[in-house]
């Protein structure tokens, strides 16, 4: 019996590195805009070569790039890319089709709804509060919650033990083979794919079931929850 559904944020909910690569792609058209001698490709791949080194997160990026590529950080130019990064990033945050009809649905089917995310805290926060997804979610575990990323096991334990559910009873959805699934899997839990999300052209995922839309995992979890009854 499912009775909790527990789900990643991004790349799994929204289309995160959509949003990320038109941020990017702003900041580096206004910092080019406001004197940086450097084309503009040249300077994107500069920014997600210390991202992927890094941490897709990283708040300090910007600096990282012009101190590395330049000696010094002019803020005027950090200045454009910071302000031509967050607007962007507001305009192209967007949910997956049918994440809102998927998440009210199994909402009236009695399921709870918690999240894992390797992100931070806040940046986790403002993205659920951002999307409108606040209301659905019983309990958020960020990285701060437990000092550890999927496919530790300590994230998944800490949002099962603060819904009080046993792994059994509960089905992870996540992007991330590597992290989602096999650190859920190897709890115990259920485990489903977020095809449509891949971005690390994953062959196989190991899951139980893989989603080539998120609404898929309504019929999902009713066909479970139909068998245990």
């Given amino acids: ?67 590395k590529e330049f000696g010094k950080v002019d803020p005027k130019i950090l200045a454009a890319g910071i302000i031509g990064y967050k607007r962007a990033k507001e305009g192209h ?38 999307l409108g997804l606040h209301h659905y979610f019983e309990h958020v575990v960020t990285f701060e919650d437990t000092g550890e990323k999927k496919p530790s096991p300590k994230p998944f334990k800490k949002v099962l033990s603060l819904m009080e559910v046993e792994p059994a009873a509960a089905i992870m959805v996540g992007d991330w083979a590597e992290r989602d699934i096999k650190g859920a899997k190897a709890l115990g839990m259920k485990t489903a ?17 893989e989603l080539d839309d998120i609404y898929d995992l309504v019929a999902i979890v009713r066909r479970e929850n139909e068998k245990a009854r």
């Avoid at 399921?111 to 509060?129: E, K």
Wanted: without cysteine; hydrophobic residues 50%.
């Fill in 1 to 67: 019996m499912i009775k909790a559904v527990i789900l990643d944020i991004d790349n799994t909910l929204m289309d995160f590195m959509r949003m990320k690569r038109a941020a990017v792609d702003a900041a580096v058209d206004a910092m080019i805009d406001a004197g940086l001698p450097m084309h503009k490709e040249q300077l994107r791949e500069k920014i997600f070569e210390i991202y992927w080194k890094e941490g897709i997160e990283d708040q300090n990026i910007f600096d990282k790039v012009l101190m």
């Fill in 193 to 209: 794919w977020a095809k449509y999300g891949n971005e690390f052209d994953t062959p196989v995922s190991g899951a139980d079931y």
């Fill in 93 to 130: 945050m967007t949910l997956y089709p049918h994440v809102k009809m998927a998440l009210t649905d199994l909402l009236k089917m009695g399921v709870r709804m918690g999240v894992v995310s390797d992100a931070p805290r806040l940046s986790v926060w403002m993205r659920i509060v951002g």
